[in-house]
């Protein structure tokens, strides 16, 4: 994909203001438990200021910016300047800068990079799945008694809770143990490399899995996602973990259709 390996050198630059935490005590409430430091809009405002210099006819959609003017139909950059904005202000040290680029509706480039850790997650579309340049995949696992599974909280959702935790509960019956790490982009990321082997939310946005849903296909898993839920997984555990999961509604729009992105 075009300007892959440019965009990756300027996420990486990035992400030395979150270890740096320059301004992360300078916190806004966006909403209930929705924030944004003064890191979060440093970070967007640099990555799309670089990436306007190599690839100026694109258009970028940002969660600290008005997306309402963004035609999906041409090339999109994508981006959540620090996923894991909670843990970021608790300097809980599991955050990243997630960039996705897509092209007519279609994401065919995505980085996920965790500066804490130096590990930094890509993938094109076709080419496959790494992990600091070397190839990673999806475990093994093929039913939930095998696996780790990762779940989110939607916190921003509290009226959702009871329903959330009722999943929670019923993968966490069948599975060996469940994980909450507080970065969706980061748990995909996780699934991708076999480190979890499955994961769900409710209530995500496109720049929380766009590039990290990338990632985790082009290693051999499988996303399913819309504006209600994301569910993540290796392949063994698709339909296991989705019956649990996936609300009645989801399974019906989706019935006999491969996920999309």
């Not at 924030?35 to 809009?41: A, G, H, K, L, N």
């Not at 985790?216 to 996602?225: P, S, V, Y």
């Amino acid at each position: 994909m075009e300007f892959h390996r440019e965009a990756l050198e300027i996420v990486l630059a990035a992400g030395r203001e979150l270890t740096g935490r320059r301004g992360a005590d300078h916190i806004k409430e966006k909403g209930h438990t929705d924030y944004v430091t003064e890191v979060d809009v440093r970070v967007q405002q640099f990555i799309f200021r670089e990436l306007s210099k190599i690839d100026p006819g694109a258009q970028f959609l940002g969660e600290e910016k008005d997306n309402s003017g963004v035609d999906m139909n041409g090339r999109v950059w994508i981006l959540d300047p620090v996923d894991g904005t909670t843990n970021f202000i608790h300097d809980f040290q599991h955050s990243v800068v997630s960039l996705a680029c897509s092209e007519r509706g279609r994401i065919t480039s995505g980085i996920v990079y965790d500066p804490y850790r130096r590990e930094c997650f890509e993938a094109q579309e076709g080419w496959g799945a790494f992990l600091n340049k070397r190839p990673v995949s999806v475990s093994k696992a093929a039913e939930l008694s095998q696996c780790l599974i990762a779940v989110g909280t939607s916190p921003g959702h509290r009226e959702r809770a009871d329903e959330s935790f009722r999943k929670m509960r019923a993968v966490y019956d069948r599975c060996q143990d469940i994980r909450r790490v507080g970065s969706a982009a980061l748990e995909l990321c996780y699934v991708a490399c076999g480190r979890l082997d499955g994961f769900f939310e409710e209530r995500l946005k496109l720049w929380d899995y766009g590039a990290a849903g990338l990632i985790l296909r082009e290693a051999g898993g499988w996303i399913q996602a819309d504006e209600r839920q994301v569910a993540a997984g290796t392949p063994g555990i698709r339909e296991e973990l989705l019956g649990i999961v996936w609300d009645e509604m989801d399974r019906e729009l989706y019935s006999g259709k491969r996920e999309r992105m």
